[in-house]
């Protein structure tokens, strides 16, 4: 049972590591799908808003597209390697970079945008604060008929059994060079891991916790799910992963059938749960965006109901 403050604290300057860069752009998966969404949506000509644009690449892949300006907005400083990389690529003429959050009210581009494109999924999805930010600037920035990229992120669960994981990451808190250490193990079941869950290991039919289509503020989810087991095993925690639709036709997807830097997120339950085929398991799920810059982001499981 997962009742932390803040399941993915933020680490200070996080960004300044090249290797925090690296699993994103040489993610195949992520690049190519969002290369594609680029392809089929920026236009000749067209204005482009890039929010939290890192090292510049889907910036650098819409000025490919044809797009005739970026407005590169972010907020660390690794826009300062951005600058140098448009400079040696030949991009900087067709560029404005601004080193700001993209909510943050002194921002202005001095123009509209045709297009934002914005990759700032997390684990579960909106950890981040990807669906604030891009509601803040289309409300802002974008052209009336103009698109985001994506166009929606839907956050899903399953129940899943995973002993070895639960064996590694929890019930391994027991004794260690003789010394009692099974105090960790309370701690250790309220946290959250970043993990592969692989197809085998998911016992139900996912469920959609959030989709968030950027349309207006975004709601906090306070809801009981319900998931039915598909057959007789262990239930050890849930599994948590996103599909972001960047087009009508074009979808990133972090679940256990497909490969990407981002993994799964496995939520332990404090004990495990043995089930039958269609065994009914409902968990409370609290889930509460950032509505400001320094509030957490918190997501909760507090009850579960076997």
């Avoid at 123009?111 to 803040?136: N, P, Q, R, W, Y």
């Avoid at 099974?182 to 959030?210: G, P």
């Avoid at 009508?248 to 497909?258: A, H």
């Amino acid at each position: 049972m997962l009742d932390p403050v803040e399941l993915f604290p933020e680490v200070p300057n996080i960004y300044a590591f090249p290797s925090v860069h690296a699993d994103m752009v040489f993610d195949k998966s992520r690049v190519a799908a969002y290369r594609d969404a680029i392809n089929e949506t920026v236009k000749p000509g067209d204005v482009v808003a890039d929010l939290g644009s890192g090292t510049g690449l889907l910036s650098f892949l819409c000025l490919q597209a044809g797009a005739a300006r970026v407005h590169a907005i972010e907020r660390s400083d690794v826009i300062e390697w951005s600058k140098e990389l448009a400079d040696k690529n030949g991009f900087s003429d067709r560029m404005e970079f601004h080193k700001k959050d993209a909510r943050d009210e002194s921002l202005e581009l001095g123009e509209k945008v045709d297009v934002i494109v914005s990759e700032l999924m997390g684990h579960v999805a909106f950890e981040e604060g990807m669906a604030e930010t891009i509601c803040v600037a289309k409300e802002r920035f974008l052209k009336p008929g103009g698109a985001t990229i994506p166009q929606t992120v839907t956050l899903r669960a399953a129940l899943v059994h995973a002993d070895e994981l639960y064996r590694n990451y929890i019930d391994s808190w027991n004794v260690v060079e003789g010394i009692d250490y099974s105090a960790m193990r309370e701690k250790a079941v309220q946290s959250a891991y970043v993990v592969d869950i692989h197809a085998d290991q998911i016992l139900s039919d996912s469920q959609i916790i959030s989709v968030e289509a950027f349309l207006s503020n975004p709601r906090d989810t306070y809801d009981t799910f319900s998931f039915t087991s598909w057959r007789t095993g262990s239930i050890n925690g849930l599994a948590f992963w996103f599909d972001a639709d960047l087009t009508d036709r074009i979808r990133l997807s972090s679940g256990p059938r497909t490969y990407t830097h981002w993994q799964q997120c496995f939520i332990p339950f404090e004990k495990h749960i043995k089930v039958s085929a269609k065994h009914n398991i409902q968990v409370l799920i609290e889930m509460k965006y950032r509505k400001s810059f320094d509030q957490k982001f918190e997501f909760k499981i507090s009850k579960i109901d076997a």
